[in-house]
Nanobody, 123 residues
Framework: DVQLQASGGGLVQAGGFLRLSCVASGFTFEDYAIGWFRQAPGKEREGVSLIVSDGSAFVADSMKGRFTISKDYTKNTVYLQMNDLKPDDTAVYYC?????????????????WGLGTLVTVSS
């Protein structure tokens, strides 16, 4: 079974940074994308960033310059480096896996989801 485990959330002051990790296991797909999404209280789930198995990556416009996605193939782990965090970044962050092209940051496209990790940014 496909499993995704997100970690690395926590409480940080505005201007600080966090690195989230998503460990993916239980699959043999060669072509897939892993995306990061977030959901703040009372808001819809929002796409943050994705990385494809071929290495191509995308970050949502509103987070470019602050968030970076990367992948360690040896550890089957995707990282989301979040810098200059703002209170509006407070949310539960989820990682998810999609194995059907075209890849994008639309939540319903993703078949597999992990439990989220909470990021709280204080002002």
């Amino acid at each position: 079974d496909v499993q995704l485990q997100a970690s690395g959330g926590g409480l940080v002051q505005a201007g600080g940074f966090l690195r989230l990790s998503c460990v993916a296991s239980g699959f043999t797909f060669e072509d897939y994308a892993i995306g990061w999404f977030r959901q703040a209280p009372g808001k819809e789930r929002e796409g943050v960033s994705l990385i494809v198995s071929d290495g191509s990556a995308f970050v949502a416009d509103s987070m470019k310059g602050r968030f970076t996605i990367s992948k360690d193939y040896t550890k089957n782990t995707v990282y989301l480096q979040m810098n200059d965090l703002k209170p509006d970044d407070t949310a539960v962050y989820y990682c998810a896996l999609d194995r059907t092209r075209p890849y994008g940051l639309i939540p319903w496209m993703y078949e597999y989801w992990g439990l989220g990790t909470l990021v709280t940014v204080s002002s």
